[in-house]
Structure formats: C-alpha cells, structure tokens
C-alpha cells in the first residue's frame, strides 16, 4: 500500500493529486457504493426467509420499506451540509463507519421496533452516500473527468450488485439472515480501515470540493430555492420517476419468486440480469449525451428526447405479467432499468444545466428528499395492495406512466432547459 499512501505535507486537488492514488481512491469509493446497497439486497432476497422468522405480512414488508424511505428522504435535508463540514477524508470514515453499524445493528433485532429503528438509522445513515461520492469525485478528479468518473462508478458499482443475488443466499445457507447483517456491517469496517491506510497523511484540499452549505445565512439556506419553479420541476419529476425504481428494488425478487417461482441460481440470474442494464443504461446514457452535446445539439434537445425515449422504453413494463419465460421477463426488466437510468441521469444534468454552482447542491437535495418520498409512498401502497391480494397489475401500471408523466411536467415547467449564468431569479409556478 506504501505506493498510494505517500506522505503529503500539503492539500492535494485533482491537479496534485498522483495517479496512483487517485484510482485507488476511487476504487475504495466502488466498494463503498457497494456496501451503501448491499443491506436492500439483503432484505430484499432474504424476504421470504425474514418473513417467515419475524411474522411479517406484506403489508408489514411495505411499511418497514416506507420508514427507510421516510428517514433518508429527511436525512437528505441535512446530509449535504454535514459531508460539506466533514470534508472528503472523515465525512467517508464517519459515513460509511455509520451506515455500516446500521446494518450489522439488524443481525441483533429482536422486535418489531427494534427492526424498525434499525431501518430508520440504515435510511438516514446512507443518506451520505450520494453527497459522499459527489464530493470526494470533485476532490480527486479534474473538473473534465468527473462525468465520466460518476458514470463509471455507477457502472462499477452495478456490477458488484451483479454478484450480491449470488453472495447473499450463500450467506444465508451458512450464517442465517442476521449473519448476512452482521457481515455486511463488518464488511463496510474493512472498507473503513482500507480509507484511512491510504490515506493516512493525505490532507484534501477543501476547494476542490463542493461549496460550502451554511443554514444560517439566507442566500445558502433552502428558502430561498423553495420559490423557484425550477425546484419544483426536479423535485415532483424525482418523486414520480424514483417511485419507480423504488418498488423494481424491493419488490422485483418478490415478483420473480410469485410469478415464476425463482429461488437460489435462477433468482440470482434475474436479478443480475436487471442490475446489468442498470449499470450498462447509466454508462451508455452519459456517453450518448456528451456525444450529442459535443456534435451541436441544444442541451433543450438532448436532455428532453432522451428522457422521452427512456419514458417510452419503461411503458411496456405491465406486459411482463403475460410472458412465460422468466429470462425474458428478465432482460425486459434490465431495459426498464436502463430506461431510468437515462431518466434519472437527464434529470441529474438538468440541475446543473439551470441551476447556478452556488445552488446546485441544494437543489440536488431537495430533489432526492422528493424522490424518496415517492419511494416511501410507493413502498407503502405496494405492501398494501399485495396483501389485499390485488397483485402487481395495478403497480406496474404506475411504473408504465410515471416517467411520461415526468417527462410531460418538466416540459410544463421548463417549456425550454437553457444554461444558468447567473444567480437564480424567482420564478412563477406556471409555465409560460
């Protein structure tokens, strides 16, 4: 390890910053993106066994999944401000350390409650996950290299979530559910004490990093967004789309178990099979639309055809009900997958395209405490609706029109996405 961890009297930037050290950074930052999911996986594939131990109903799955949401939607409020005060080097020690904990916590609960709370600390603890990775990319890669650095670690870090279907019931068939916790905890430790050894006598430079978040001055506090119709925009457009991808998360192995019957191997294939197109849909949606933008095309263009196709790509999601085989089911799910992957990633853009810098991150926030509402919601109405035994037509319906309607309220809002180059005026909240 002695390579990447020269000791640096300095702060080190993108511009000073080795090479070396530079991608086994980034490299620890997968692993961590790895460890931020991996506790969904669990409870997620282990359903059936956890339900089966703890008495619950899918009302009660549904209800456990809402209260993640709820606590990491309101995390998210504050999470940003609390990276920012930490800095790159202790806000990933504290964070991941944190979320980690959490998650070994569910290996020792004994109750309802105790589940619960141990839920409620995972969704607020993991809610320094996104702030976290934006940071520490801005604090290690030139600013011309971060887009593709974001998009290769969400490639990355779907592929690691390729082997988790395959790693988690084998955990299960030897250490039980709360095993599989318990190591997934001690696992995010490891990635802890691999941080600090590399970068043991690093010191990041703070201006390389995201501008500082300060609650008690006006211009930086969310009041002031909390007026711009180009908040709202983001913000309703991520809850309906998020819902989305929220109940694919903790629903699709439940799906594939009711409809086809999947356990152990085959259910391992399904799911891999979806986070592939995951990953892949984030890779090659940030490559189209740099490739656009550089060949001439308005930012208004880009960002709005391809959300439109990657709304159009989730439509048919309610047809997987009528196919037979379960590969196919499989890979149609991997294109609704990678659908909102070109979604979320236009959307993401969005934000930097209208919003000024000294703005932008708490926007971002702003839309992701919105996108885990509708997480929430839609976790809550899934739990419900199963246990009545109305089945999954009625949500697939949801997911097969919540990206066009999206995609039709950015259009009302933002009738033209035009580059920000100034501070952000109030706007009214109607199209015009």
């Given at each position: ?58 009302a009660d799955y549904g209800r456990l999944a ?178 989305t991808w929220w109940l694919l998360l903790y ?89 909102h992957q070109g979604f979320s990633l236009s ?86």
């Amino acid at each position: 390890m002695a390579t990447a961890t020269a000791q640096v009297s300095e702060k080190v930037g993108p511009a000073t910053l080795g090479l070396t050290l530079r991608w086994t950074l980034f490299g620890i930052l997968c692993l961590s993106a790895i460890s931020n999911a991996m506790d969904r996986q669990i409870i997620s594939l282990l359903k059936a066994e956890m339900s089966a131990d703890l008495g619950w109903t899918d009302a009660d799955y549904g209800r456990l999944a809402a209260y993640f949401q709820f606590a990491a939607a309101a995390a998210f409020l504050v999470t940003g401000w609390l990276v920012d005060r930490l800095g790159v080097k202790w806000g990933n020690v504290i964070g991941v350390a944190a979320w980690s904990l959490a998650a070994a916590a569910h290996g020792w609960a004994t109750t309802a409650w105790h589940f619960v709370a141990c839920r409620v600390g995972l969704g607020a603890t993991e809610a320094m996950g996104t702030p976290l990775t934006i940071k520490t990319v801005a604090a290690i890669f030139p600013a011309d290299q971060r887009s593709l650095a974001i998009g290769l670690q969400t490639l990355i870090g779907a592929l690691g979530l390729i082997g988790l279907p395959f790693f988690i019931p084998w955990l299960d068939s030897h250490f039980g559910w709360r095993g599989a916790f318990i190591i997934a905890g001690l696992a995010g430790i490891v990635i802890v004490a691999l941080w600090l050894a590399v970068t043991r006598g690093v010191r990041f430079d703070d201006r390389a990093e995201l501008p500082r978040i300060d609650f008690a001055d006006d211009e930086a506090s969310y009041g002031p967004i909390l007026t711009e119709r180009r908040t709202w925009a983001i913000a309703v457009a991520k809850a309906l789309s998020d819902a989305t991808w929220w109940l694919l998360l903790y629903w699709l192995p439940d799906f594939y178990r009711r409809q086809f019957g999947l356990v152990g191997n085959e259910l391992a294939l399904a799911m891999a099979i979806a986070y592939l197109g995951s990953g892949g849909g984030a890779f090659f949606w940030g490559w189209l639309s740099t490739r656009w933008l550089e060949r001439g095309g308005s930012v208004d263009t880009v960002r709005k055809r391809i959300m439109l196709v990657a709304a159009l790509i989730v439509l048919p999601v309610p047809l997987v009900l009528h196919v037979s085989s379960f590969v196919l089911v499989a890979l149609m799910m991997a294109l609704v997958l990678a659908g909102h992957q070109g979604f979320s990633l236009s959307l993401f853009s969005i934000i930097t395209d209208v919003v000024p810098r000294s703005k932008v991150g708490r926007v971002t926030a702003f839309g992701a405490f919105a996108g885990n509402l509708g997480g929430a919601a839609i976790a809550w109405i899934a739990g419900v609706t199963l246990a009545a035994g109305i089945g999954y037509l009625p949500l697939f319906l949801f997911a097969a029109i919540s990206y066009l309607l999206a995609y039709g309220w950015i259009c009302l809002l933002l009738p033209k996405i035009e580059r920000a180059e100034t501070g952000l005026a109030p706007l009214p909240l109607r199209a015009h």
